[in-house]
């Protein structure tokens, strides 16, 4: 899969419930209320299922967003890391 290569298996999960996953649920509902509202349907009690649908799909690619988001800052403190390592005399520690 290119979206989350295998090496990002290492990392630990992020947790089910974080702000990427509640902003896009928000926004699937608002969209699928949207779609109501466009189709001049009843904005709340009509489609639910396309609501709760819409729902899981934002907070699914909230989640794998959020995944990808900490598989890329985890890739760059370890290149990171790895530089100051093998260059030392560039990172001396400051005296006090």
Request: glycine share 8%.
């Amino acid at each position: 899969m290119v979206f989350l290569p295998d090496e990002s298996r290492s990392l630990p999960p992020p947790p089910l419930l974080n702000k990427g996953s509640a902003w896009l649920g928000l926004a699937g509902w608002i969209a699928a209320l949207l779609d109501n509202g466009f189709n001049r349907r009843p904005v709340i009690r009509a489609g639910v299922h396309r609501q709760v649908l819409f729902t899981t799909v934002g907070w699914f690619v909230g989640y794998y967003l959020a995944k990808r988001t900490e598989y890329i800052h985890a890739k760059l403190d370890r290149e990171l890391f790895e530089y100051v390592r093998q260059h030392p005399e560039d990172f001396k520690a400051a005296g006090i």
